[in-house]
């Protein structure tokens, strides 16, 4: 018998579960990465609707103005400045005003809609909400960019359509994060959702090399095609995303269980009980320390039965959610880092082409460099945070480094190109690093708490409270930098810094780790999936105030099942 090929021996090594996890992690990766390659298009396109031209170059508008005349092709400049090659109503002295109106009429339009979304979407299947945000975002991200071609200079017709495109684009957060947490257990979640974070930092990249590739000669087609990606993507949407692991007889766990017999997992104590041989034991303990007939348990076992994860409880309300220890510290400390991040965002190419002196299109593959950064922060993060098991501590530390980091680059970034690309990628890495962890491995953490008893309708409220949240800031920090910019760039640099400094008290009144379940000494990795113990009436001795209504031990979180288990059995 001829020995199998390499490549299908690779194949095999993976089981189902894990080849479906594989694709829902880049199927999610590559949804969200589209939204965020559509944002990205208005800050490279904001050096071309505001642009001063030269006397030399006005000669090439007057040149171009003259042959579209021959041509019968609608003139794209105002007629009335020779030397201005600026779009109207972009071309006043208060360009940037409005330039920052733009940002802040979506991203204040995303952070009212994301409240709401996150509600809304653990009411609706996840694929067809996904499918309509992504449709409905590369409608309105493509109608910007037809205001190009349609020769349109009414001011009002580009905030309304980035106001409902910011609107729709609110179901994609909640929708990603809650389907990967729905595939994903909370072992190595840092890490995994690091990684998986860099979508965010993907899509700029791409977004960024798009629209640049366009910006100068057809800034229209910078909206138009990302637009079109995303509507794309949306229909991959409809037709492959898998909401939940059940929906495939898939396991959500990232390992499978050790010990697994009938559906039957065996969680090992670390410590010896019960070992008083001198001792009987209590009648409800002989009836806990079951056997299935093929494998004898023994008195330092104890027999779990994995539980479904909350799917018949009912969504958790706004206050609800709110109630969760850490979800109201970690909203307001996303509120300035994400302060920062989007000013970045939205501003960095316009800074680069003002202090290094590029043209649109450099300044845009420049800027790319930040979320160059911001995919290595969001791992490292990941990685320290599991390694340390304190997503809190790992926020704190690179909130620490990013204020000086900022001061330093608006101090070295006007000695030259060479400054400028080596701090662009440090201070993306420390920007990007706390708001990653924050949206997306302490979100999950927070949205599948130890107090919410099981029930995993709660992580897309969370997320949206969170994500929303954080989109206040996102919103007050375009907005600001278009106030402050004109009366300097250092202004706007000392802003940052005053947001990233209050992120860092944000974060100090998050006394303790919320969101992180300690893995247990005595019952390691018995805390990840929602248990029922086989005798539930075993727990009945515990006091009247720890006892838990009989109808909720079903899905009652594990950490605390766990320490219910272990107050009974005096450890």
């Known amino acids: 018998m001829a020995p199998l090929p390499a490549g299908i021996r690779f194949i095999i090594s993976f089981s189902r579960d894990q080849w479906y996890r594989a694709f829902i992690f880049i199927l999610t990766f590559l949804l969200y990465a589209s939204f965020h390659l559509s944002r990205k298009p208005i800050s490279i396109v904001k050096g071309e609707l505001h642009r001063y031209c030269t006397a030399l170059h006005g000669e090439e508008v007057e040149f171009k103005s003259q042959s579209q005349k021959a041509s019968g092709t609608p003139s794209h400049r105002p007629a009335d400045n020779e030397t201005d090659c600026s779009w109207a109503p972009f071309d006043q002295d208060n360009y940037q005003q409005l330039l920052g109106a733009l940002d802040y009429s979506f991203l204040c339009a995303y952070a009212i809609g994301m409240y709401l979304s996150g509600i809304i979407g653990e009411r609706l299947p996840i694929r067809y909400y996904l499918t309509f945000g992504m449709l409905a975002s590369g409608a309105f991200t493509a109608l910007f960019g037809l205001g190009y071609f349609y020769n349109i ?91 939940h692991p059940k929906d495939i007889a898939c396991s959500s766990s990232l390992v499978a269980p050790k010990g ?24 409800e303990m002989q ?80 800027s790319t460099l930040f979320d160059v950064g911001g995919i290595f922060g969001g791992i490292l993060a990941g990685v320290i945070s599991d390694r340390l098991e304190k997503r809190a501590s790992t926020c704190g530390l690179m909130l620490l480094l990013a204020a000086p980091t900022l001061y330093i680059f608006s101090t070295i970034s006007k000695m030259g190109l060479e400054a400028t690309i080596a701090m662009l990628l440090l201070s993306g890495a420390l920007v990007s690093g706390p708001y990653a ?24 409220t969370v997320t949206a409270i969170i994500d929303g949240t954080g989109s206040v800031g996102a919103a007050l920090g375009p907005l600001l930098a278009g106030l402050l910019s004109p009366s300097g760039w250092n202004n706007v ?79």
């Open 493 to 571: 640099f000392y802003m940052l810094m005053f947001a990233d400094a209050c992120a860092l008290l944000s974060w100090d009144q998050q006394h303790g780790d919320a969101g992180v379940v300690p893995h247990s000494p005595l019952v390691r990795g018995a805390c990840f999936t929602p248990t029922v113990v086989y005798t539930p009436q075993t727990l009945q001795k515990t006091s009247s105030q720890d006892r838990l209504p009989q109808s909720k031990w079903v899905t009652h979180r594990p950490a605390s099942l766990c320490h219910r288990a272990k107050k009974l059995l005096h450890l």
């Open 287 to 366: 009836c806990l320390l079951l056997s299935d007939g093929k494998h004898p348990v023994h008195q330092n076992h104890i027999v779990v039965l994995p539980a479904d994860s909350g799917g018949g409880m009912a969504a958790i309300s706004f206050t609800g959610a709110l109630k969760i220890p850490g979800v109201i510290e970690f909203s307001l400390c996303l509120l300035f880092a994400k302060l920062v991040s989007y000013t970045f965002l939205f501003w960095l190419p316009l800074y680069i082409t003002n202090v290094d002196h590029l043209d649109a299109r450099q300044a845009g593959e420049l």
């Open 153 to 243: 200079h009414s001011f009002g017709f580009y905030v309304v359509t980035q106001i409902i495109n910011g609107l729709v684009q609110t179901t994609g957060w909640p929708s990603v994060v809650t389907c990967l947490s729905n595939w994903f257990g909370k072992g190595r979640r840092g890490l995994i959702m690091g990684v998986w974070n860099s979508h965010t930092s993907v899509g700029n990249i791409l977004g960024s090399l798009i629209a640049g590739y366009w910006v100068s000669t057809c800034w229209g087609l910078s909206f138009i095609v990302p637009g079109a990606i995303v509507a794309a993507m949306g229909i991959v949407c409809f037709l492959f995303l898998i909401e």
């Open 437 to 460: 962890l924050i949206t997306t491995a302490v979100s999950a953490d927070l949205g599948t708490h130890k107090s919410l008893k099981g029930n995993s309708h709660a992580l897309a």
């Open 260 to 283: 697994c017999e009938n559906g039957t997992q065996r969680v090992r104590l670390q410590k010896q009980i019960f070992m008083d041989k001198n001792k009987s034991l209590d009648p």
